[in-house]
């Protein structure tokens, strides 16, 4: 899949010297990342649609579940537009997801613009 894989820590000491100190957590705003967690065998595959709001909340997700996928909605589409990627319906098909969790600061989660973004994000562009 198109994005990050990490091993190891989620929190990154350098970026809270910047602007978006966000950044901290997960190292910034990527638009689909893999987090595979080898000791865990619950059998439950995540997948987390957020904004920056949910960075730090994404750093707690990796110990509950075998494998969690982290998408920032506002740069995921980007993948869809160019063809990387399937719709976020397909792909938590495709990736076998058990839980899908959508994370957001209250104004993303209100916002006209973001329940349209959201809403084609699922359905493909």
């Known amino acids: 899949k198109?994005?990050?894989?990490?091993?190891?820590?989620?929190?990154?000491?350098?970026?809270s010297s910047i602007a978006n100190s966000y950044g901290v957590f997960l190292g910034g705003d990527i638009p689909l990342m893999k987090v595979v967690n080898t000791a865990s065998q619950s059998g439950r595959i995540l997948v987390m649609v957020k904004e920056s709001y949910g960075n730090c909340f994404a750093t707690f997700m990796p110990d509950h579940f075998?494998?969690?996928?982290?998408?920032?909605?506002?740069?995921y589409k980007n993948l869809?537009?160019?063809?990387?990627?399937p719709n976020l319906t397909e792909f938590v098909l495709e990736v076998g997801a058990t839980d899908l969790l959508f994370i957001n600061n209250i104004h993303a989660a209100i916002g006209y613009t973001r329940i349209n973004e959201l809403e084609a994000l699922l359905n493909g562009f």
């Open 2 to 15: 198109s994005g990050a894989t990490y091993k190891g820590s989620l929190m990154y000491n350098k970026a």
């Open 66 to 75: 075998d494998t969690v996928y982290i998408v920032d909605q506002r740069y």
């Open 80 to 85: 869809v537009l160019n063809g990387a990627m």
